[in-house]
T-cell receptor, first 114, second 111 residues
Framework: NAGVTQTPKFQVLKTGQSMTLQCAQD?????MYWYRQDPGMGLRLIYY???????DKGEVPNGYNVSRLNKREFSLRLESAAPSQTSVYFC?????????????FGDGTRLSIL | QKEVEQNSGPLSVPEGAIASLNCTYS??????FFWYRQYSGKSPELIMF????GDKEDGRFTAQLNKASQYVSLLIRDSQPSDSATYLC???????????FGTGTRLLVSP
């Protein structure tokens, strides 16, 4: 039972490079989320998708784009990476208000931008 | 005012004691509340959720909710060194279908 799978687990980029973080869930959840976690800042929501075909901005969307490719997959793209985007990125699924589903997290992607 | 406030700690308790972790939230629309545990370098994992006023017990964990006071807490009985982690409080706002996380309280349980 894989749950939420994120790739890659680690990545080092140079300023200005682009990359896409991948996330897939096998729990048939409608909602998916991207967070970043920085020391002392807690988890901050970047973007979320309440259902297939919809995406919405979270607390810190600047510099990121997302794609909800299908019900299982939700990707996060950095078009022009900046050192301020060095962080640990978590994908999560679940957590609809109607069902009180909890969110389940992937193992995270540790991203460093030089 | 932060949406979710937690004492960052560390909260230090001896093995076998009760650890009490507190959380206040500002959004009165919040209906459900989740507690996550996060070990250093790992992802958050759900340990409890509560959506009715009062207490909810699950093994050594008890979640307490008081919506009038906008306060939620987590008690850990018979604390073990393996409970040493950061505990994140996360209210779910019904209108926005998303969790808002506190910065977490770091718990240290000493043998």
């Amino acid at each position: 039972n894989a749950g939420v799978t994120q790739t890659p687990k680690f990545q080092v980029l140079k300023t200005g490079q682009s990359m896409t973080l991948q996330c897939a869930q096998d729990m048939n959840h409608n909602s998916m989320y991207w967070y970043r976690q920085d020391p002392g800042m807690g988890l901050r929501l970047i973007y979320y998708s309440a259902s297939e075909g919809t995406t919405d901005k979270g607390e810190v969307p600047n510099g990121y784009n997302v794609s909800r490719l299908n019900k299982r997959e939700f990707s996060l793209r950095l078009e022009s990476a900046a050192p301020s985007q060095t962080s640990v990125y978590f994908c999560a699924s679940g957590g609809t208000a109607i069902s009180n589903q909890p969110q389940h997290f992937g193992d995270g992607t540790r991203l460093s931008i030089l | 005012q932060k949406e979710v406030e937690q004492n960052s700690g560390p909260l230090s308790v001896p093995e076998g004691a009760i650890a009490s972790l507190n959380c206040t939230y500002s959004d009165r629309g919040s209906q459900s509340f989740f507690w996550y545990r996060q070990y250093s370098g790992k992802s958050p994992e759900l340990i409890m959720f509560i959506y009715s006023n009062g207490d909810k017990e699950d093994g050594r964990f008890t979640a307490q909710l008081n919506k009038a006071s906008q306060y939620v807490s987590l008690l850990i009985r018979d604390s073990q060194p393996s409970d040493s982690a950061t505990y994140l409080c996360a209210p779910l706002n019904t209108g926005f279908q998303k969790l808002v996380f506190g910065t977490g309280t770091r718990l240290l349980v000493s043998p």
